[in-house]
């Protein structure tokens, strides 16, 4: 099964995904999509495969989309781990859920927080300047309906988040 990640800017996505991946390091039946990205290497965050607009543009992903003037993809490798019967989890856009609902066996992890803490977050993590952080702040892209979706407030500790989603991976159906 695929687990797509989403949420707004600052909510934690990222940060929840390093938790689950430290917690599940010692479970094989779950991987973490390395995400391609058309970002420097040494933006910060994710560890990702960084291209160029032109490298992008050659590869075939399961999944991609572009977002904050960057393109993403989620590699075709995933599919030969769906196909072995893992849990892949993959940090997604909102505007591919359909799309990946309608390719995989599939659900969603929805990670948010509110405004206010979502703003003091990617002020203080820093990665973009601050008009890109007001325009992250703003970007909505509501949840298709029908879909199978836990949604994580993370609002208090990043430790109890993790928790929370370790919970609902364990919960979810085994292929
Ligand atoms: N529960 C938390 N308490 C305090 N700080 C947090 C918490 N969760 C995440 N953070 C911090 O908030 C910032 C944003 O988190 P993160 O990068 O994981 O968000 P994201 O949803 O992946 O955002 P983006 O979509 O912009 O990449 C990071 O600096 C992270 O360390
Ligand atoms: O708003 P939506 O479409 O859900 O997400 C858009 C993009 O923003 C985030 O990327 P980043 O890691 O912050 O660059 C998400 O992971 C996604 O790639």
Redesign the pocket.
Known sequence: MLIGVV????????????GLRAALAEDPRFVFARRAITRPADAG??DHLALTEAEFARQDFALQWSA?GLRYGIPRSIEHDLARGRVVLA?LSRTVLEEAAARYPFAVLH?T?SAA??A???A?????EPADIAA?LSREAPLPPGLRVLTVM????????VAVARNYLASLPRA
């Open positions: 949420g707004p800017s600052g909510a934690g996505k990222d940060t929840v995904m390093a965050g994710e904050h940090n990670i927080a803490l979502r003091a977050r990617l203080a993590r820093g990665r973009e992250r993370n609002d208090t500790t990043p430790e109890a988040a």
